[in-house]
């Protein structure tokens, strides 16, 4: 496999599930009917090892991501369930240099691929401290992508994403199930360095479990973690033997701040990687509610 290819497959791969999203704790919890949340996210992300089949490709590989996410959310009732439509508008910079990419440094920014998403709750008990809801994720493939770049923000496909979650409380512990899987659009523009090709992959299944304490009525504390399964792509209809079997830990700060902001401080360690690249994140996420 020629080295620019493995690299855009690989960054091509790691940018969307990321930006997508994986859930926070307690994100199963909705705000009553009529409520407005804004949640801005700053996240920094950084790697160093590119792993394929489960095979270190390159530990000099060095990934440096900065995101910014914009997240407007409006809680209201569909019949007689609590619904929330809401947006991700997803911006940022990345760059990659190293012996893993032959010496060469490549960067990318702008804009990059939006998300549109609604949560529908068919169990919304706060009396039993009981919640439970699926989530459509839609990606639109309208952010910046250049098709003879081997990094982009934009992955210039659709992908759709299902996604239940359940939340049980037990006083101040809060336990967060949650099961999603993600089919992709086909890529009908990928460069594989010397002609243009499609790109197809198959659907990535992944699973995440929340567990957070209340510590007094303004901050609570969360250890989470996150599972990835599948995901294989082909380019012009050659396997890539590049699935996921990855494995990633959280630690969530949260603290509330008088009646209407909630800060939350975290960070994320990719400890387990079959396919991709190892990384850490640190992410701050800013929200207001009313």
């Known amino acids: 496999m020629k080295k620019t ?3 855009g497959i690989l960054l091509g791969s790691f940018f969307l599930p990321d930006l997508v999203g994986a859930t926070d704790p307690r994100d199963y919890i909705p705000l009553p009917a009529g409520s407005f949340l804004f949640c801005t996210y700053l996240q920094h992300t950084t790697g160093h090892r590119l792993k394929v089949d489960d095979q270190v490709v390159s530990s000099d590989f060095n990934l440096s991501q900065n995101i910014v996410i914009f997240r407007p959310v409006y809680y209201t009732n569909l019949g007689p369930f609590v619904v929330d439509p809401q947006a ?8 990659v240099d190293g012996a893993g990419v032959g ?28 919640w439970f809801g699926w989530t459509p994720y839609f990606t639109l493939p309208i952010g910046e992508y250049s098709k003879k770049r081997a ?14 979650g359940l939340v049980k409380g037990f006083g101040p512990l809060y336990l967060d199930l949650v099961g999603h899987v993600t089919v992709f659009g086909d890529n009908d523009d990928y460069w594989t360095g010397t002609e243009m090709v499609t790109k197809k992959q198959d659907p990535l299944y992944g699973a995440e479990v929340h567990v957070s304490y209340d510590i ?14 599948g995901g294989e792509t082909k380019i012009d209809g050659i396997d890539q033997r590049d699935d996921q079997d990855n494995h990633a830990l959280m630690f969530t700060s949260a603290f509330g701040i008088g009646d209407n902001y909630q800060l939350l401080l975290q960070y994320r360690d990719d400890f387990s990687v079959k396919s991709g690249i190892e990384t850490k994140s640190i992410q701050a996420r800013f929200a207001y509610f009313f």
């Open 5 to 7: 290819l493995l690299i």
């Open 151 to 164: 990094l982009n923000l934009g992955a210039n496909r659709w992908a759709v994403k299902n996604e239940l």
């Open 103 to 130: 010496g060469n440094s490549f960067s990318s920014s702008g804009i990059a691929d939006p998300v549109l998403l609604m949560t529908t709750w068919f169990v919304n008990n706060p009396e039993k401290q009981l």
């Open 88 to 95: 991700l508008i997803i911006a940022g910079e990345a760059s």
């Open 216 to 229: 007094t009525k303004r901050w609570w504390l969360g250890l989470s973690y996150f599972y990835s399964n």
